[in-house]
């Protein structure tokens, strides 16, 4: 094929679990990825984590049946991003953080390069303004695990380009991903519910008002939910949910977001959710 995602390839920055699962998408399609993180034992542990996803993608249907089919490439600095034909930014949720590798990379790559960043909950207008072509950024909030779930929040912020939009476009064509087109504002419509909800669930959780079970019974059982908000914190990870608090708390001053006690001391504590093996809920292992 001769599109410049099978020729030319994307990066991704950021190896955690994002990062893994959006290269895995990509890789599954065909299509090559540079994966970039300052930590190397991410790095190591990528390839296994990426075939693995790739192969419970294809078990559900929900990837390519061949499995993994393009190159993987991993490195530690950020200029590896030179070449690829759009660059995926999925650092941690610090604005600092993610505005500095969206600089550097906005000098490695050339002109025209579509910018995309996974934040939760940025701005992208925010981000867009410590880049040197805010034009070229949009935001694609992928869902985890990326690989499941074929829907994408994107955000398109006030300076993002037609030119972005038609690449991410084009892009998302590849990957078999569909766009739900949302404005920009702090956790754009996912997180500015979604996180207040998980944050108010802790509250009762830590208030003794009912067991995390119990909180996600009322979610799953009564409202038909497929998964209850202290499990789904689990799963996106509790440093992250706090990381997104932080960002919304920020930016809006609302005590909705001000992080729960219980949930700070979880995380203090390296009971994480799904990735440590403990956080709501128990996993026996690291997953
Ligand atoms: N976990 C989820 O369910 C989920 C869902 C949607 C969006 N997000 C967003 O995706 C992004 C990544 O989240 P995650 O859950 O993968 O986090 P994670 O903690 O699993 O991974 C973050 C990675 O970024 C790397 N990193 C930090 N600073 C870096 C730098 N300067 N250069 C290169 N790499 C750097 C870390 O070493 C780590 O490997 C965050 O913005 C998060 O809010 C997460």
């Not at 993610?98 to 906005?106: D, G, H, I, Q, R």
């Not at 203090?268 to 809920?281: T, V």
């Amino acid at each position: 094929m001769t599109d410049p995602w099978h020729t030319q390839g994307i990066a991704v920055v950021g190896a955690g679990v994002m990062g893994v699962g959006i290269a895995a998408l990509a890789l599954a399609h065909g299509v090559p990825v540079t994966l970039v993180d300052i930590d190397p034992a991410r790095l190591a542990l990528a390839p296994a984590a990426v075939r693995d996803q790739a192969r419970i993608g294809a078990l559900l249907r929900k990837l390519p049946a061949a499995g993994i089919t393009a190159e993987l490439r991993t490195s530690t600095s950020v200029t590896a991003v030179a070449g690829a034909a759009a660059v995926v930014e999925a650092v941690t949720e610090l604005p600092d953080t993610k505005a500095k590798v969206l600089a550097e990379v906005s000098t490695v790559v050339s002109a025209g390069t579509l910018l995309a960043t996974n934040t939760s909950a940025i701005p992208v207008g925010e981000l867009a303004a410590a880049t040197a072509r805010p034009a070229e950024l949009a935001g694609t909030h992928f869902m985890n695990p990326p690989y499941l779930i074929d829907a994408v929040e994107v955000v398109r912020g006030p300076d993002t380009g037609d030119a972005a939009m038609a690449a991410l476009a084009s892009l998302f064509a590849v990957l078999g991903r569909r766009a739900i087109l949302v404005g920009d504002g702090p956790g754009f419509v996912s997180n500015h519910v979604l996180m207040r909800m998980i944050n108010d669930a802790a509250r009762l959780v830590t208030e003794g008002r009912a067991a995390a079970e119990r909180v996600d019974e009322v979610f799953t059982a009564c409202l038909g939910h497929r998964t209850g908000p202290l499990a789904t914190a689990d799963l996106i990870g509790l440093d992250n949910v706090v990381d997104t608090l932080a960002v919304l708390y920020d930016r809006t001053g609302e005590e909705a977001y001000r992080a729960d006690a219980e949930l700070l001391a979880r995380v203090r504590a390296g009971n994480l959710g799904r990735k440590s093996g403990a956080g709501f809920y128990d996993y026996g292992s690291v997953s």
